[in-house]
Nanobody, 128 residues
Framework: QLQLVESGGGLVQPGGSLRLSCAAS????????IGWFRQAPGKEREGVSC????????NYADSVKGRFTISRDDAKKTVFLQLNYLKPEDTAVYYC?????????????????????WGQGAQVTVSS
């Protein structure tokens, strides 16, 4: 069974940091492109970042460039999203997603419908 499980969410003050983890099971993580998405109340799910399976190419939403960093450890079957300089508008449920592809995320961030494995989400709240 293909599964992703996020962890690391929580409450943080503006300017603070968090690291989200996404543990994969049931598939070879290195064969998959990985995406991070977020969804705030009343808003559509938006892409935050992605990493391609080949060459580890990365893409970021303009709103998080320079603040968030995606990384992966294929041996540990875990993907990470480091969130720095957090702002109240970063408050959302964060989801990781995966799709078996050697092409996706090499040039831009794929839309959510391209992904077929999703985690349950992790709440990130940025508030003083």
């Amino acid at each position: 069974q293909l599964q992703l499980v996020e962890s690391g969410g929580g409450l943080v003050q503006p300017g603070g940091s968090l690291r989200l983890s996404c543990a994969a099971s049931g598939f070879t993580l290195g064969d998959y492109a990985i995406g991070w998405f977020r969804q705030a109340p009343g808003k559509e799910r938006e892409g935050v970042s992605c990493m391609s399976s080949i060459a580890g190419l990365t893409n970021y939403a303009d709103s998080v460039k320079g603040r968030f960093t995606i990384s992966r450890d294929d041996a540990k079957k875990t993907v990470f999203l480091q969130l720095n300089y957090l702002k109240p508008e970063d408050t959302a449920v964060y989801y990781c997603a995966a799709v078996r592809s050697s092409i996706l995320c090499q040039t831009n961030m794929p839309a959510p419908h391209w992904y077929d494995v999703w985690g349950q989400g992790a709440q990130v709240t940025v508030s003083s």
